[in-house]
């Protein structure tokens, strides 16, 4: 019976830290693209307008940081996104109705 050696659990070890960091990539990559696609769909495609697809960008951010316990980066991120969203979602009115 073969005995696992020293070299052979740090080669695993490297192996979950490399999976753990694929999986970590793509629940971000996923939960941008699905708030992309509701913010973009309910602001422009529905026409209910860009605080309530913002809303709708937060609330899938956070269901997928609560689902899948994701760290202080994420949620560090996140908030970044939603503080330059709510004040991009000021500014651009108010500069489109100087135009006018």
Aim: glycine share 12%; hydrophobic share 60%.
């Amino acid at each position: 019976m073969a005995q696992a050696s020293a070299q052979d659990t740090a080669e695993l070890a490297a192996h979950q830290e490399t999976f753990s960091g694929f999986l970590t990539a793509t629940v971000w990559v996923c939960t941008h693209i699905a708030q992309a696609v509701m913010l973009l769909t309910l602001a422009f495609a529905i026409g209910a307008g860009w605080f309530a697809g913002l809303l709708a960008y937060v609330a899938i951010g956070v269901a997928a940081g609560l689902a899948f316990r994701m760290s202080g980066v994420y949620w560090a991120a996140q908030i970044a996104q939603w503080v330059l969203l709510g004040i991009g979602g000021v500014i651009v009115p108010l500069l489109a109705s100087i135009g006018h």
